[in-house]
């Protein structure tokens, strides 16, 4: 959640490393993400926007004003060439994926109270509630049936 800041400070150590290879990963989905699937499953709370809707910003771009690469990565076919890119830059890079917010990240170990909870946050009127659906359902199949995934 410092990420944006602490981009400062390897901009200004990352010179002084042996090893000057890092890789930031951002998921840029203009919402605080790990907040709002957290409040659905632990307390059925629905998406509550003026809270946890982000801004829109350029993460790449930050990162380059900063003398770091930064690579934009807005498609699914473009996201092995970002890895090799990053990978292989001779200073610290950060990768913003355009990234759906609706995703659920549902973990394999979810208890059947967060799943409740997750879902009373739809019924109690959930903002996002179709694609959160739709793509939890998406998500579970793909565990379910290897190579069917999207």
């Known amino acids: 959640m410092n990420g944006i800041n602490e981009l400062i400070t390897i901009a200004k150590y990352w010179r002084d490393w042996s090893d000057p290879r890092l890789v930031v990963m951002v998921l840029h989905n203009d919402d605080l993400n790990q907040v709002t699937w957290e409040l659905r499953a632990m307390g059925g709370s629905p998406q509550f926007l003026p809270s946890q809707q982000l801004p829109d910003f350029p993460y790449a771009g930050y990162a380059q004003s900063l003398g770091l690469d930064g690579i934009s990565c807005t498609d699914a076919a473009q996201v092995g060439d ?6 292989a830059a001779t200073r610290p890079c950060l990768i913003e994926f355009r990234a759906d917010p609706a995703v ?5 170990h979810a ?3 967060q799943m409740i909870n997750a879902a009373e946050s739809i019924v109690r009127g959930d903002t996002d509630r179709l694609d959160m659906i739709k793509e939890g359902v ?3 199949l ?9």
């Open 82 to 87: 970002a890895w090799d890119r990053a990978l």
């Open 104 to 108: 659920p990240p549902i973990p394999p």
């Open 111 to 113: 208890t059947w109270d």
């Open 138 to 140: 998406k998500s579970k």
């Open 142 to 150: 793909a565990e379910v049936l290897p190579g069917r995934s999207s």
